[in-house]
């Protein structure tokens, strides 16, 4: 008997009303562009109260899903949700993770649950980044399925009808399009920490600036404990042994690296070309105009744009401001995890210079569609020599990183995929 061939009928589970992330948002638009009929329900109720978990059940068992999708842990807190006697335990599930695990406190703490969840309850986890599927399967005993992100095609037109760059101004530039933290958040924050816990997070921050090129910053931590004294070690291990304390402070050390990384970066392309900045966060205090540039220190021109309150309908237009874009990943993107950015700047047609990752050749080509440099110094040395070099050779990445997208890394072709890994229908 072969699969079915009709679309299957999807509930997307999410934490809270009135937030959608970028990441539902996008395998929504997979969904629908593929015919696939979806309904959305919630954990907690618009007062934010958690549902009981047995009403919870009834709801989605009385949509009668083929699947049922969820990001990251969402439903940890429900442990038995699955497993109540019904038909649910038999439905589908998939859970998403666009990034790492460990700042994820009730996973840390709860390997055995998803353990069972996958090997009994048909949950089944997808992960962007092989590093931490490898992780994945020592920390739970399970296997993670790789999964990538995409972009959403809707919000980038065809090139022959892009239009103006948000930013005109900033064409003989090379553009980072992304927030850093400010040095600012991280002293308002270490107030909550014990001594020993902000000394190990100064020392990290340290480490960081001089670290090899990629740098990965919880295990640079780990490295650093061994050398505070014993008393040191002592209270620092009491610390990270009581609830959600590791999860805590992996947030910590994971902000920190995108810190130094971010700016790394942007410090070795200032003393060869013009730099802008382009950064935006409704949530999230991130450096601005003045911080970055006593932080860089250009040599050839800085610019800074405050992106907050960019609508989605200009999102392709702020994409094509600049020479190129530039994407210093965040260094929890160890062996592939490619990032938003990448999968954005190729739906616009934009020529993106990035730091190489062992797997981001298999998505975009070397030299013809996105263009990589292994450190610093090649990074640089790369941006220099683009805005040296004939716009025609910007503009012709950018036309074939636009078709790669388009035959690859739509969410519409992404979703296909997700159906295909999990036996739903043949496509």
Request: aromatic content about 10%; glycine content about 8%.
């Amino acid at each position: 008997m072969g699969r079915p061939s009709s679309p299957p009928r999807v509930v997307f589970l999410e934490s809270l009303h009135g937030i959608e992330s970028l990441f539902t948002a996008g395998l929504r638009a997979g969904a629908a562009a593929n015919g696939v009929p979806y309904e959305v329900r919630f954990l907690r109720g618009p007062d934010l109260r958690r549902k009981d978990e047995a009403a919870l059940r009834r709801e989605l068992e009385a949509i009668r899903p083929d699947l049922v999708c969820f990001l990251y842990d969402a439903p940890l807190g429900w442990e038995n949700l699955w497993s109540g006697g019904g038909p649910l335990r038999e439905i589908p599930k998939a859970s998403f993770w666009f990034d790492d695990f460990v700042r994820s406190p009730l996973t840390m703490e709860r390997p055995d649950l998803w353990r069972r969840w996958q090997e009994e309850e048909r949950v089944s986890v997808f992960m962007h980044d092989g590093f931490w599927r490898g992780k994945w399967a020592l920390h739970t005993g399970a296997a993670a399925r790789p999964v990538d992100l995409a972009a959403d095609a809707r919000l980038f037109p065809d090139l022959r009808d892009a239009g103006a760059p948000l930013y005109p101004e900033l064409d003989g530039h090379a553009v980072m399009l992304g927030t850093i933290p400010s040095a600012a958040s991280f002293q308002d924050e270490l107030a909550a920490f014990p001594p020993v816990v902000r000394k190990w997070f100064g020392v990290v921050e340290r480490a960081l600036e001089v670290a090899p090129w990629p740098f990965r910053p919880y295990e640079i931590a780990e490295e650093i404990i061994p050398h505070f004294t014993e008393k040191e070690r002592l209270v620092l291990e009491k610390w990270r042994t009581e609830p959600g304390k590791r999860s805590l402070a992996a947030h910590q050390l994971w902000r920190r690296g995108k810190r130094a990384a971010r700016l790394r970066g942007l410090r070795a392309l200032a003393q060869r070309v013009p730099v802008a900045v382009l950064s935006g966060h409704g949530r999230e205090p991130f450096a601005r105009g003045d911080e970055l540039r006593e932080a860089i220190a250009p040599a050839h021109g800085f610019e800074f744009r405050d992106t907050t309150k960019v609508p989605d309908a200009q999102w392709g237009a702020l994409f094509r401001s600049g020479a190129f874009q530039v994407q210093w990943v965040d260094p929890q993107s160890i062996e592939s995890g490619a990032p938003f950015r990448m999968f954005e700047a190729a739906a616009g047609g934009v020529p993106l210079l990035a730091d190489a990752r062992p797997g981001f050749p298999a998505l975009f080509a070397p030299d013809t569609e996105m263009l990589y440099a292994s450190d610093e110094a090649a990074l640089a040395e790369r941006a220099a020599a683009l805005l040296a070099g004939p716009r025609e050779d910007l503009r012709r990445i950018g036309e074939n990183a636009r078709a790669a997208f388009l035959a690859r890394h739509t969410w519409a072709e992404r979703w296909r995929q997700i159906e295909r890994a999990l036996g739903l229908r043949d496509l």
